[in-house]
């Protein structure tokens, strides 16, 4: 069967598999949270029993703070995992706290402590915290990504879902990220004076959507604003006064001014003779 987009969490089983006891045939878990699950033998999140043709596919999920004896996040006794872009952390055990067994494929994954479990071949899997937020928050009870989490732009484009379980659009940065959730960041555009004088406040945007510039409310006696620019002597990326842009990084821009032209014209005043104006 195939779970997708969805959120198993609280539930207790005096034995084996909490949140999933597969025993026959195959699963598959897309853009989903396993989670808060407490079983009294293996596999908190999910346990693969007995049939050795069983099968689990996972793909863009985040399996996190499971409990069982063996085995906390995932278990098995037979059948094969095979794991992509998926959070398998902050598990307990008294043994083997993320994962028991054998995990027949695994790429891009973070599974933060591998003691108990071996993986049969992939790579790029990373043994480290994945810095989530512990709560279970939103219409669809996820775990966010922190900021600084390892997890972010971290995933394989390879089998990546076209959004996360909230249905925000992947990938919102240069790659996936890994787990259920995709982190939406926000970028911070300056307003530099450059010469002029006032004050602008900073403005932030959410990764590549056109957002209207805050309007200049800079000003330099003599000089006429003309717009911005990526760099100070207007070599860089011009931005035009208050136009929409898309942001995929934060950047500094800066006024460009030009200076104002003043005509002194002459006047004969009952003289005679000519003089061209000045400016």
Known sequence: FILKKSTLRNNVATSNGAGVFLDNGSLTVINSTISGNTAGGSGGGIYVSNNSGSSVTIQNSTIVYNHASTGGGISRTNGTYNITNTIIANNSATSSPDCAGVIALANFNIIENTVGCSITS?????????????????????????????????????????????????????????GAYELIPLYTVTFNANGGTGSMSNQTQNYNVATALTLNAFTRTGYTFTGWNTAANGSGTAYANGATYPFTADATLYAQWSIN????????????????NQT
């Open 122 to 178: 992939g790579s790029n899997n990373l043994n480290v915290d994945p810095q989530i937020d512990s709560n279970l928050t939103g219409v669809m009870l996820v775990h966010t990504l922190l900021t600084g989490s390892p997890a972010i732009n971290a995933g394989s484009a390879s089998g990546c879902p076209p959004t996360d379980q909230r249905g925000v659009t992947r990938p919102q940065g240069a790659a996936c990220d890994i």
């Open 261 to 276: 032209s003043y005509t002194v014209t002459f006047n004969a005043n009952g003289g005679t003779g000519s003089m061209s």
